[in-house]
């Protein structure tokens, strides 16, 4: 119980975990996936498994958008960046994502592509303002929180009339995404992941609320609990699971009460329906074509759609051989399991994205991952 | 880039633009996605935009686990830093 001396409200984590070891049937596993990259963080930070009893297992699901951006697309704004001389801004998190031939960002920038890392879309307008001969694009990556601030630029764009901005869109949703990992053959056919619940994402819940998610709970009889970031509430909800699971429930609960409602942000889904629609299909690493799990741009305003402003070639897009990212994301495979873990790969000099941002399960093992492991040998010999 | 930080709204201005305070440093954001902001409230800051109003107590909480996680010093490099 090491771990516990750390947190914040000692007794209060204490009284959970006991309460865990309490309510977990030894007779069965307990599988909780955490969607999101924040969940995934706290968890290694804070040792919460190191609290867990044995049958009590977390998987860590596809949450980071910077890990799930399938190689093809960061291809296409190397290329759209050096073949259409355009200031290609982005987020610091996508810079040092590796694409084919381990090309990322940062490579093409040093080779004199004038590509820029912005902290807000108002940073990537403010470069369209100051640089009217030129063409700005933002490359625009993220989840349900980060799709509203997109929104927003097109829209003030428009306003401003603003010609040369424009938005290579690659945002994706995050129910889809459960649907679809609960959907695949790994879980139904092989078995490999068994997943009996989800904790919920904190702050894309925010933004969407929590009535999407009844539909999974209702459609795949999985219980998900809206969890928030901190190590107690990720304790918290995984109790909320285990009492749902023991109970044959399958609901969603919302244990982020302090933060989410079940309607979210009505303001920001209405800007965001204004702007964007459902692509039919679009690629997530490690889990494929996902059906209705991304959106483009409306044709309303197709004059800052990127995609329509700028042709990419075709090309043969290949990750790393061997980097395990795929698998990872889904959950069949913990990144010790990769040939290239902490070898030929780790966060200074990343093979795939999993090992790029702190959120990354790979990552977060590399950072988290060996103290960890040190520890309950240490604990163990202490005890023997 | 999927945390949110809490900050303190200082100033308003009249087109969809505040001025919160974070932990000694200002920042310009935007308010375009939140409703009936004062100023005194809190609110979650991503990637430069206001998300949603917290109470102060949960600003707090939030504040002081980022702290203790390590992540407060590089969100707030983030926000200070970059193209301004
Ligand atoms: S350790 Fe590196 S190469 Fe292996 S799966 Fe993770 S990111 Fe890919």
Redesign the interface.
């Known amino acids: 119980m090491k771990y516990v001396a750390?947190y914040?409200d000692k007794d209060l984590a204490k009284s959970v975990a006991s309460a865990i070891q309490r309510e977990a049937k030894p007779g069965r596993t307990y599988n909780i996936m955490e969607f999101?990259?924040?969940h995934t963080?706290?968890i290694f930070?804070?040792g919460v498994q190191n609290l867990m009893p044995e049958n009590v297992h977390f998987v860590h699901g596809p949450g980071?958008?910077?890990c799930v951006l399938p190689v093809r697309r960061l291809d296409d704004a190397v290329e759209i960046a050096e073949r259409h001389n355009v200031i290609l801004?982005t987020?610091?998190?996508m810079m040092r994502v590796p694409g084919t031939k381990q090309r990322s960002l940062i490579r093409a920038k040093a080779d004199g592509a004038d590509i820029?890392?912005?902290?807000?879309?108002?940073?990537a307008l403010?470069?369209a303002r100051d640089n009217p001969e030129r063409e700005v694009v933002f490359f625009a990556i993220?989840?349900e929180?980060?799709t509203?601030?997109t929104a927003?630029a097109i829209k003030q764009a428009e306003e401003e009339g603003l010609k040369n901005f424009s938005v290579f869109c690659n945002h994706v949703l995050t129910p889809s995404a459960i649907g679809h990992i609960l959907q695949s053959p790994e879980v139904r056919e092989l078995g490999t992941v068994q997943i009996d619940g989800f904790l919920g994402p904190s702050?894309v819940s925010?933004?969407i609320g929590f009535e999407p998610y009844e539909y999974f709970a209702e459609e795949f009889q999985k219980p998900v609990v809206i969890a928030g970031?901190?190590?107690l509430d990720v304790m918290q909800s995984t109790l909320m699971l285990i009492r749902q699971i023991n109970e044959g429930r399958h609901e969603v609960e919302n244990e982020y009460t302090?933060?989410v409602t079940r309607e979210g942000?009505l303001?920001?889904q209405a800007?965001v329906s204004d702007i964007f629609e459902l692509r039919t299909s679009f690629e997530w690493r490690g889990l494929g074509p996902v059906p209705y799990s991304a959106l483009q741009i409306r044709e309303n305003y197709a004059d800052f759609d990127a995609e329509r402003r700028f042709e990419v070639s075709p090309k043969q897009s290949r990750e790393v051989k061997s980097c395990e990212c795929p698998a990872i994301l889904r959950g069949v495979k913990k990144p010790t399991d990769c040939k290239l873990f902490g070898t030929v790969c780790t966060p200074d000099n990343p093979m795939g994205s999993c090992m790029v941002?702190?959120?990354g399960a790979c990552a977060a093992y590399w950072t988290y991952g060996r103290y960890r492991d040190k520890t309950a040998r240490q604990q163990k010999e202490a005890a023997a | 880039?999927?945390?949110?930080i809490p900050a303190k709204v200082t100033e308003l201005s009249g087109d969809d633009m505040a001025v919160v305070a974070l932990e000694g440093v200002k920042k310009k954001?935007?308010t375009?996605?939140?409703?009936d902001l004062e100023v005194g409230d809190y609110v979650?800051v991503?990637?430069?935009?206001a998300?949603?109003k917290?109470?102060p107590e949960?600003a707090a909480?939030?504040l002081?686990?980022m702290a203790?996680?390590g992540?407060l010093q590089e969100e707030l490099e983030?926000?200070t830093?970059?193209?301004?």
Do not use: W
């Open positions: 750390e914040r999101c990259g924040g963080h706290a930070r804070y980071c958008p910077v801004c987020y610091g998190d820029r890392m912005v902290y807000s879309t108002l940073d403010k470069i993220g989840f929180t980060t509203p601030p927003v702050h925010s933004v970031f901190e190590p302090r933060v942000n303001k920001a800007l941002s702190s959120e | 880039m999927c945390l949110a954001i935007s375009a996605l939140v409703e979650l991503h990637v430069g935009y998300l949603h917290v109470s949960e909480r939030t002081k686990m203790e996680a992540v983030e926000i830093g970059g193209a301004q």
